[in-house]
Each structure stands twice: as C-alpha cells, then as structure tokens.
C-alpha cells in the first residue's frame, strides 16, 4: 500500500514539472513585459505600425500581421494539398506504394527547418522574384510573405498528412462497405462518410499543422525579407514575431524598453498560439459531442 | 426441384493472395425465399457474400474466377457498371453500421445518390421504408437525429430499411443479429421473415437454431467447399454429407 502511494506521488509530482514551467515562463514573460506595458497603452503597442525602437517607438503591428499573413499563407497552400495527398495515400494507393510512402513523409518532417529555409532562398525565392511576381507586375527580391508561406507550407505538408492518413484509416471498413453496398462509388463514399465521419480528426491534424507554422522560426526568418512594414501583397516582405525575437534578442539591449517589448512579442505570440489551440479544441468538442 | 433463381454462381473459385478461399463453387440461390449459408468460422461464409455484391473488389489481394449470375448478367463482366450491381442488393452486416449523418438521411442515402433530391419524393419513402423495417413508430419524431443515438437494435433496422431504401432485389445479412440482444434479434429475423416473399435474402450465420428458424433452404461450406446445398428440412434434418452431418451435430464447429 505505502508503496502504492509513493508511485502515485512521484507520477504525480513528474505531473507538476511540465505544468510549473509552463507557469514559470508565462511568468517570467509577464513581468519582463510590464515596463513597456505601463510605459505605453496596450493598444498602441499592439495597433501602432510605428516600428523606431531608438526614438522610443515600439508598434508591434506589422509583426502581428506578418505572423497571420505567413501562417494562413502556408495553411491555404498546404491544408487541401494534404487533405487530398491523405486521401489518396488512406483510400487509393496500394499497399506497396503505402509502404515506401510513410517512412518517406517520415524523413520530410524530420528535416531540420533551415534546411528548408535554404531550399526556400536557393530556388523559392529566386522563382518568386524572377517568374512569379512579374506577372502581377510586383518587383522585388522575392524575400515575401509568400517565399515564407511555401516554405512553411511544405513544412507542415507532412504533419497534416500522417495524422489525417491515420484518422482516415480509423475510419471502419465496414462502415466504407455499407456506403458501397448502398451503391456508392468510391469517391462518393470518402466525401460522404469517411471524411464526414474523420472530419474532427481532420480538423485536429489541420489545427496542428497550424501552430507549428505559428512558431517556425528559422526557415521563415531565412526568405521572409524581415522588413518591419505593414504588408499589402503576398510579394511584401514581412517580419513575423519569432522572426523579430530571433534575430534581435540578446543585440541592442542598451535601448531602453527594448528588452521589455520583445518580452511583450514573445508573450504575444504565446498568446496567439494558445488562443488558437483552446478555440480548435472548443471546435473539436462540439464537433464530438454533436456526432 | 429447387427453383432456378435470379443468383448463381457457377465454378467460383475465390484467392486471396496465394490461398484459395472458395473451391470451384456451383450454386443456385432460389428467388423470393431465404437462403441460409452456415458452416464453421474460416470457411469462407462471408467472403461468398462478399462475391455477390463486388464488394471483394475493395481487398488488394483478393481475386475472383467464374462467374456470379444476377438476373442473367455475370456482374463480373468487364464493364459492368458496379454501383448498379450493388443497388440490387441490400447489406446487412455483423455489427450496424449506421452513417455518419440523420436517421432520415441514413434511408434517404441511396436515393440521394441516384440524383433524387425532390423531399416530396423522399418523405413518403422514407417513411415506407421505415416502416416496412418496424422502426417508423420508434423515431417518426426524431428523425434529424443523428442515428448513432440509437439503441443497437434499432440501428441494425435503421440498416434494413436503408438497404430496403434503394429498392433492391436481393437482401444479404452477414450474421446481422450477432451484435444484437436477443429481442432486437428475434425483431429482426421476424422482419426478415415478412421480406422474403418479395426478395431474395441470403443470410449467412454460424447459429444452427436461427438457420433452423429462417431458413427455406441451406447451403453448408466447409474449408471453402460447398458440401451440401438443399431445403433446410433436408439438410438440416437427413445431411447426406457425413461432414453435414458432423457440423450439425456440433462434431465440427
């Protein structure tokens, strides 16, 4: 029995480890951010486009919005194409070809990010200023939001896959075969039930897929141009918040309020992230309870 | 005499990979009359219903020869339009598998399919079908209810009345009242009971007592043979196979 109760302690007190920091560092943060906060109002330090930390001007729009602008980027491109690659990969594809598949998909998301980054200025980049852009008629480096958004997105392409193509596979044979005995074809059974039936899940690999693209740091930092401007097109660059804590934290502390701010961003994005992930779980739990 | 009927299947022989499943099966399934396929687990029972609606096209390493004769067309023909084979067979399975959607659009799931999206169409065969399953008085006011709400063996009439739905001709069940308690089972063997004067049901069960109460005729498969095919009132009773007989009498199980 006593030592039943020494078990559940130490489980329970492994429990706490994660949890505590997770505290600590939103604490930690919090008060690091408080200086600027009572120094400026918080709407101007969220709404504010002015970006001069050397004249005292510390407006973290632009790095909001190059956030959102990179990450729905590389959702919009990524989400079908995974969708549809999982789809094929759970429904169509032989087992043979499944086999050589899913180590492959395995590799991609094991990659180290500046890998892609490099991959994204070697050939992204270049195509984007040289092809892409001049048939919008935007000129430019090619450093864009939407260098970063293709990188991203084949970043995430295969987190979004495996889980979609398990989530599809847990969907009952028996449950395909009674559509197909109905008269179903195929395709109409995937539309109708397997993705119906798999939709929590999807949306699950998608929210997923999406707060990593949140985070990613190094390969965005490495095509998006770092420009702290609001951006107008998908040719602009940008400069998303991981970005702006990467390349300056550590530099330029002499500044004042400098050190604080960038507290401010890192707290911010962890906001944004966590936002996020409780609205798509409140999501998936209506979706579960409904079905 | 046994009756020729609209399902037969003559030299099928069924691999899967390299083991052969079903040996060189000949069969004529009576119309209008319940034919119950019984033998040990293994024997290939729920394959050979599979053979009747194609859906053995969906197992990668499956493979199929003979022939599988549905109102005079062997539905394995190259070119035949297998959606429309399957429309004139109802499934039931082991366990219900009710879809992910409204009790209504569960029955209204075939017809749909078929482009018919008119609800003046639907509603009255909805109903009908329904009804014909004995579920309509059960759920007539929670139709848009999702129909995983629903007890097992209302489930497994929901499944009835969605097969009935696209107006087959033939109805197969695979084991459909093994998940079921024994008073939705008796509820669905006495609907399957009222069908088979206007269809053609196959049912294949492991339950000697439900075969001896259902069945019109039997047909007994051992390690993939088909060993005896008759009445059940001749095979059941006199089995001219000793291995019938073995089966019968619980020697082999």
């Given at each position: 029995m006593k030592k039943e109760k020494v078990r559940r302690l130490i489980s329970a007190s492994a429990m706490l480890f994660p949890l505590l920091l997770t505290v600590a560092i939103l604490t930690s943060l919090v008060l690091k951010a408080l200086p600027i906060i009572s120094l400026k109002s918080l709407p101007t330090l969220i709404f504010s486009s002015a970006w001069q930390p050397q004249k005292g001007h510390f407006g973290l729009w632009p790095f909001i919005l190059g956030t959102l602008w990179v990450t729905i980027t590389a959702f919009i491109l990524a989400a079908p194409v995974a969708i549809f690659t999982s789809i094929y990969l759970a429904e169509y594809a032989p087992g043979k070809l499944k086999k050589i598949l899913a180590p492959g998909l395995d590799l991609l998301a094991g990659l180290p990010s500046v890998i892609y980054g490099l991959w994204g200025i070697l050939l992204i980049v270049p195509f984007i200023s040289k092809y892409l852009a001049p048939l919008f008629s935007s000129y430019g480096s090619g450093y864009s939001i939407l260098a970063a958004g293709i990188v991203l997105a084949v970043m995430i392409l295969p987190t979004i896959i495996n889980i979609s193509v398990e989530v599809l596979n847990s969907v009952p044979t028996e449950l395909k075969e009674a559509a197909l005995a109905l008269g179903a074809t195929k395709f109409e059974v995937i539309y109708y039930v397997a993705m119906k039936k798999a939709r929590p899940g999807l949306i699950a690999a998608c929210a997923l897929g999406l707060s990593r693209a949140f985070g990613e740091t190094i390969a965005v930092m490495m095509v998006?141009?770092?420009?702290p401007e609001v951006p107008h097109t998908l040719f602009s660059p940008a400069y998303p918040l991981p970005a702006l804590l990467a390349n300056n934290y550590g530099e330029m502390l002499s500044i004042p309020g400098y050190d604080s701010i960038l507290n401010f961003a890192a707290l911010l994005l962890l906001l944004i992230v966590l936002i996020f992930s409780l609205m798509s779980r409140l999501y998936l739990n209506r979706l579960k309870r409904r079905s | 005499m046994v009756e020729r009927g609209r399902l037969s299947l003559r030299n099928l022989n069924v691999y899967y990979g390299r083991n052969q499943v079903l040996k060189n099966i000949n069969l004529d399934i009576p119309k209008n009359s319940l034919t119950v396929i019984i033998g040990?687990?293994?024997?290939g029972k729920t394959t050979l219903l599979k053979c009747f609606n194609r859906?053995?096209?969906?197992?990668?390493e499956a493979r199929v020869e003979g022939q599988v004769i549905v109102d005079d067309q062997?539905?394995?023909?190259?070119?035949?339009?297998v959606t429309l084979i399957r429309k004139k067979m109802g499934l039931l399975s082991q366990r219900p598998q009710v879809l992910p959607m409204s009790i209504y659009d569960n029955v209204a799931f075939g017809p749909r399919l078929l482009g018919q999206k008119d609800k003046s169409y639907l509603n009255p065969l909805v109903e009908k079908y329904l009804r014909l399953a004995g579920l309509w008085e059960e759920v007539k006011n929670r139709?848009?209810?999702?129909?995983?709400?629903?007890s097992i063996g209302q489930q497994q009439r929901l499944c009835l009345a969605r097969g009935l739905a696209v107006e087959p001709e033939i109805i197969l069940g695979?084991?459909?009242?093994?998940?079921?308690?024994p008073q939705s089972s008796r509820n669905v063997e006495a609907h399957l009971l009222s069908l088979k004067t206007n269809y053609t049901i196959v049912l294949v069960t492991h339950i000697l007592r439900q075969a001896k109460r259902l069945a019109d005729y039997v047909a007994f498969l051992y390690l993939g043979e088909l060993i005896e095919f008759g009445p059940a009132s001749e095979v059941l009773v006199s089995p001219r196979d000793p291995r019938t007989r073995a089966y019968i009498t619980g020697e082999i199980s």
């Open positions: 998006v141009g770092n420009v | 040990p687990s293994g024997c859906l053995l096209d969906e197992i990668e062997n539905i394995y023909d190259p070119g035949v339009e139709l848009n209810e999702p129909a995983n709400r629903l695979d084991e459909p009242t093994s998940a079921l308690d």
